[in-house]
């Protein structure tokens, strides 16, 4: 199989020249405990309980179609989901996806926060800060 990796700096160069659309698929909690990428989707790939959301893959191949002329980056904390959301993905015999491996945060604090790269304060649907 490809390489689905994208580096942090690649990503966010292609992030900036709006060729890369950003699917992050943390936690709630963890949105509101970094802030999220201005302009990037939120989809929960498991909810507050660690249960799996059952509508996420779905809601992830409509937002993947409605970006058919972007590539598609999955980011998650350290990468580890990201990862096996974007091989399945990939399986599935989609061209532009990518994992971004570094995450939000990194593994060793080299992740897209760290490095300085666009963060916002998370909005809830109510338009309420966290």
């Known amino acids: 199989?490809?390489?689905i990796n994208i580096s942090v700096n690649q990503a966010h160069e292609s992030?900036?020249?709006n060729k890369l659309k950003i699917i992050d698929i943390r936690t709630l909690k963890e949105w509101k405990m970094t802030g999220t990428i201005p302009n990037s989707y939120l989809i929960n790939m498991h909810n507050?309980?660690?249960s799996e959301n059952i509508n996420f893959l779905e809601n992830v191949e409509k937002i993947i179609n409605q970006n058919e002329k972007h590539d598609?980056?999955?980011i998650c904390a350290s990468g580890a989901r990201s990862e096996?959301?974007?091989s399945y993905f990939k399986e599935k015999n989609y061209a532009n996806i990518f994992n971004i491996p570094k995450g939000i945060l990194g593994k060793s604090k080299d992740g897209w926060l760290f490095l300085g790269?666009?963060?916002e304060s998370y909005i809830d649907k109510n338009g309420k800060v966290n």
Request: glycine residues 0%; negative net charge.
């Open 1 to 3: 199989m490809q390489n």
């Open 15 to 17: 992030y900036k020249s």
């Open 48 to 50: 507050e309980d660690f």
């Open 72 to 74: 598609i980056a999955f």
């Open 84 to 86: 096996i959301v974007a």
């Open 117 to 119: 790269y666009p963060i």
